[in-house]
Every structure is written in C-alpha cells, then in structure tokens.
C-alpha cells in the first residue's frame, strides 16, 4: 500500500472515531435527560406503580448510558492505537468494536420496533401526572396562572406541594398535543369540572383525540429517532472496524517484509567468505528456507 493511501486511511479512522464520540455523547447526555426527567417526575403524589414495565425502562437508560461511555473509551483507544501504530491495540480495538457493533445493533432495534419499551413507560408516567394534575385542578375554585409549566417537575427539597394547581401544565399539552383530557373531552364532565378553554381550536371545535394516546405516538417517534442515533453510530462503528483489519494487514505485511529482508540479508552475509564449493552446498542447504519465506510474503500480501 502507498503511504500516501497508508496515511490516508488513518486520518479516516481518526474521523469516523471522532464522528462516533460526538454521536455517542448524545446518546449519554440524551439518556441523562431522559433519567434525571422520570427521576425527578417520580414524586410520590404522581409517580406511577412500580412494575416490569417502569424497571426494564430504567434498565435500558442505564444500558444506553453505560453503551455510550463504552463507545467513548474505545473511539479514544482506537486513536491511540492507530497514533501509535501497535499491532496488538489494533486487534484489541477490533475486538471491542465488533463487540460494540453487535451491542449497538441489539439496543437500536430493541427501541426502535418494539415499541413497548417506550410507548408503555412513557404512558404510565404521562398518565399518573396528568390524573394528578386533572385531580389538583378540580380541587381548585380559583386556578392560579401564574405557575410555570416546570412545576409539575421542580420543587424546593423543604417545599410542600400546598395550592398548587396545574392549569398551564394542562393547557400547554391540550395545545401542543391537540388533544383534550387523558382519555377524551368526557374526562372533563366525569369529575363535573368545565371544559379548560385549551380543548378548543381557534375556530371553537373542541379537540376530540386522546392526550395519552397522542403523548403515546409522541414517545415512540421520539424513540425512534434515538434508535436511528444509535444505528449511525453502530454503521461508523462497523466502518471503523473494517478499516482496523485494512491498517492490520498493512502493518503485518510491512513486519513480514522487514522479517524477509532481514533472513535474506543474513543469507548473503553467510555465502560471502565461503568458497565457491562451500557456497553451493550452503545455497542448497538454506534456498529451502528463503523460498518459503517468500512464499509466505506472497501469500500474506494476497489476502
């Protein structure tokens, strides 16, 4: 191989590492989001039951976070491998990248069709914050609009929730979502409260859809999008590793040439002094062994 094509390849695995540490600290700083909004959403007035569904949720956002780190650290020591030219890191480096490839490729299509996995966690959560934010609305005779929509989400460690109505955090999903009420419109007339002006469009026709079925909808594409974010990251993986087996086949084939040339310098240094006769029979005795030295080259550089 050229060393100008050599050099090449390397500063192409130098981006494909540095394109999958970027990929890769969105997919943790994502994950973090995503734990740290269910940890702090998890208040006891509003968190939803314990079960399978809420724990394996938890599990896969550890995975992702934990996944991401992994990605990081080994980007970095393919890097090093390839900066340093060492034989050894490089097959390590591929190892962990098959490893990685095959993990990343598991993880993404697990979010990305089974849709279980997020849809059901992400409805237990919406459902147990907007049954209490409906329940705290009907308990009010006057409604405070002075709150901010991170209320639901933010409170002080010494603070009680006392007074606290949630009528921005109900507007701002009928509006968004175009939706009315967790099920439908008769929410609203089960616990005789008025319909929230929210629930109508500009033209006055109330909305008619489900607020947990659009919220539903809404997780899934959002979570689909994070499984694409993971499969661009599991291709350049997977790029990466076949140019690691292209620059370990280059550096093998360069120790073996250096390994050649060294037996074939020895060769000639030993039939030098010799006589004629002495050459001939020591030609006959090592021509075996050059041969198959040769041989060996050819072969390696073939595959």
Not at 22 to 40: N, Q
Not at 65 to 70: A, H, L, Q, R
Not at 160 to 189: E, P, Q, Y
Not at 239 to 265: A, P
Request: include cysteine; aromatic fraction near 12%; hydrophobic fraction near 45%.
């Amino acid at each position: 191989m050229d060393r100008f094509i050599f050099n090449l390849t390397k500063l192409l695995l130098y981006i494909l590492s540095i394109l999958t540490i970027i990929l890769a600290i969105t997919v943790f700083v994502l994950s973090i989001l995503t734990a740290r909004r269910t940890t702090i959403n998890n208040h006891e007035k509003y968190a939803p039951k314990k079960s399978t569904i809420i724990n394996d949720f938890y599990f896969l956002i550890s995975i992702c976070i934990g996944g991401s780190i992994s990605i990081i650290c080994i980007s970095l020591y393919g890097i090093n491998a390839v900066y340093f030219e060492s034989k050894i890191f490089l097959i390590i480096h591929g190892l962990l990248l098959l490893l990685t490839y095959s993990c990343s490729l598991l993880i993404g299509s697990v979010i990305f069709f089974d849709e279980r996995q997020i849809g059901a966690p992400a409805s237990l959560f919406f459902k147990a914050h907007y049954d209490y934010a409906l329940l705290t609305y009907s308990h009010q005779s006057i409604h405070n609009k002075s709150l901010s929509y991170n209320d639901l989400y933010y409170y002080g460690n010494s603070s009680s929730i006392i007074n606290i109505t949630f009528d921005i955090i109900l507007d701002r999903v009928h509006k968004r979502l175009h939706c009315c009420g967790l099920i439908g419109i008769s929410d609203f007339a089960k616990l005789h409260i008025p319909i929230p002006p929210s629930c109508f469009n500009d033209n006055g026709t109330s909305y008619e859809s489900s607020c947990l079925y659009k919220f539903r909808l809404e997780s899934v594409y959002k979570a689909q999008i994070f499984a694409i974010c993971i499969y661009i990251m599991g291709t350049l993986i997977l790029v990466s590793f076949l140019i690691d087996l292209i620059l370990l086949r280059e550096f093998l084939q360069d120790q073996l040439i250096e390994h050649v040339i060294e037996r074939l310098t020895n060769f000639s240094n030993i039939i030098e002094p010799m006589n004629e006769t002495k050459s001939q029979q020591q030609y006959r005795t090592l021509k075996p062994q050059v041969q198959q030295y040769i041989i060996d080259y050819l072969l390696e550089s073939t595959m």
